[in-house]
């Protein structure tokens, strides 16, 4: 199925779950170096990380790079992904406009797309990747039907999937990514959710910008089957990493072959118009 398709039958929904992760995650590390050979740098594309402004808004022109890493056995295919505001976030109404920009590993134009997502992007995870452990179950008190930071942070990640969903590109990568259900499952079409596990979260540093930093399982399912189970990094959502949520890494591997994965990894982050200093360009060689 071409991504283009996918795009037109992708249904997202998003849940919570308290289904424990496995108990071994050393599958991760594998993951982080899939093949020993130096995968190509984007510095062309965009440089450098920006040092946050924190309690920042979103900027016309803020934008971050993302190496994506496709991995079967010994083979790996990469692309670089570009995402930038197209407003400020003052002027968010209805939806956030973000300019989606895919290359090859050869820096050369695949596609270039508007995508619109709501403004739950901005808010991030990491508020809830904090309180939602340190609940331990208990009930947040708040009147019912009152937003909680884990619905904050559940919407967030929807957005991340919806620029997925309205890039063809990165539509075609996910579908080659993911343990697909049997034909007769797929003839009713394809729905994609996600289930993510906020009270299992725990703090870290992160890799590709050295902050502090929180990771969290989630579980991308097509037609209620697993499809890729996954752990995520993120930071807090001030500039430059507003603009994507403050999501700085996805490790994912297929359920049951350990030889397929995906990886997909910060190289940049820019504020269009920085007011701190900018830290040296991440190190591109290896997922």
Not at 200 to 219: I, K, L, N, Q, V
Not at 245 to 273: F, K, M, N, Q, Y
Request: net charge neutral.
């Amino acid at each position: 199925m071409c991504g283009g398709l996918l795009s037109l039958v992708l249904s997202i929904s998003a849940c919570t779950t308290t289904q424990a992760p496995p108990t071994d995650w050393a599958w991760r590390t594998d993951l982080l170096a899939p093949s020993a050979s130096a995968l190509p740098s984007a510095s062309g594309l965009l440089d450098g990380i920006d040092e946050p402004v924190v309690g920042g808004k979103l900027g016309i022109g803020d934008a971050v790079l993302f190496g994506l890493h496709l991995v079967h056995g010994t083979s790996v295919r990469t692309w670089f992904v570009r995402i930038a505001s197209n407003e400020a976030e003052a002027d968010i109404k209805d939806g956030l406009s973000l300019r989606v920009t895919v290359f090859d590993e050869r820096e050369q134009l695949v596609a270039s797309e508007d995508v619109t997502v709501l403004k739950h992007l901005v808010h991030g995870v990491t508020h809830a990747c904090r309180t939602v452990p340190a609940r331990k179950g208990a009930p947040t008190g708040l009147p019912f039907g009152t937003a909680t930071d884990e619905h904050r942070a559940m919407f967030a990640v929807m957005d991340v999937l919806r620029v997925v969903q309205q890039t063809d590109a990165l539509a075609d990568v996910l579908w080659q990514a993911l343990r697909r259900p049997s034909l007769f499952s797929l003839l009713g079409g394809v729905r994609v959710s996600a289930g993510m596990s906020f009270e299992h979260a725990t703090s870290c540093t992160d890799p590709a910008t050295g902050h502090a930093a929180y990771e969290f399982p989630m579980r991308i399912l097509v037609n209620k089957a697993v499809g890729l189970r996954c752990m995520l990094t993120a930071v807090d959502p001030d500039p430059p990493f507003r603009v994507c949520g403050g999501i700085t890494r996805l490790v994912g591997r297929d359920p049951e072959d350990p030889t397929r994965s995906c990886v997909l990894r910060l190289l940049a982050a820019r504020c269009a118009h920085p007011k701190t200093k900018t830290r040296d360009p991440v190190d591109h060689r290896a997922p």
